[in-house]
């Protein structure tokens, strides 16, 4: 499986000729979802989830669907009658040849007076998790990879490295860091590599690994 990391919380996973992209929000290069067979959104935050991309996805490949919660899916699956998935918390799906499980049920807290929306993360091939906005564990599963949202204004790192404690990954590769300076980088890897008890990575935006 080849991972290309995007902009922010955006990233493409490609296998066997499918393609599957998770979280291309506004924050994301506009090209982020050009050739995709498959996109997953974990929330209806602009920084996750922006309809004009999901429409350019579904317009340039006609065999293209989405799978996403609710409150995203109300917003776009007129336009695409039958392409549009709504999917949530212990749902499993096969999407661009990837195996996918459903965990999770809501964002996490930003403020007590902010309501919290509803947030699914995806575990794809039952190897590489994505969390979206919530620090949630897939309850039985064993993660191989997970892309960690390593900067959020609900989180805190103590809360990040305990969380790669919980999960106990191979390895963690950060994503949701699009407000992250590259000043402040070293802190979060010195920080994260010490303590959190997984291999802790980073890719620059457009940069891939295989996992």
């Given at each position: 499986m080849e991972f290309i990391k995007k902009t922010h919380?955006?990233?493409?996973?490609?296998?066997d000729g499918g393609v599957l992209v998770i979280?291309?929000?506004s924050f994301t290069e506009e090209d982020a979802v050009v050739g995709a067979d498959a996109v997953l959104v974990t929330h209806e935050h602009p920084d996750h989830f922006d309809e004009g991309r999901l429409r350019a996805a579904l317009e340039g490949n006609p065999a293209a669907g989405i799978w996403t919660l609710a409150a995203v899916a109300d917003k776009i699956s007129a336009a695409f009658p039958g392409r549009v998935h709504t999917v949530g918390n212990g749902d499993t799906f096969t999407a661009a040849g990837f195996d996918v499980q459903v965990h999770g049920e809501l964002h996490a807290v930003i403020h007590p007076d902010i309501p919290r929306v509803t947030n699914v993360g995806y575990l794809v091939?039952?190897?590489?998790?994505?969390p979206g906005d919530a620090l949630t564990v897939p309850e039985g599963a064993s993660v191989e990879t997970l892309l960690l949202p390593v900067q959020a204004p609900w989180s805190k790192i103590s809360e990040?490295?305990?969380?790669?404690?919980e999960v106990k990954p191979q390895r963690a590769y950060d994503v949701h860091d699009a407000l992250l300076t590259d000043l402040a980088r070293p802190v979060y890897d010195r920080q994260i590599g010490?303590?959190?008890?997984a291999e802790h990575l980073r890719l620059a935006p457009g940069d891939s690994a295989r996992l």
């Open positions: 919380s955006c990233v493409r996973l490609e296998k979280d291309p929000g091939d039952g190897r590489v998790f994505h990040v490295i305990d969380y790669v404690r010490a303590l959190g008890g």
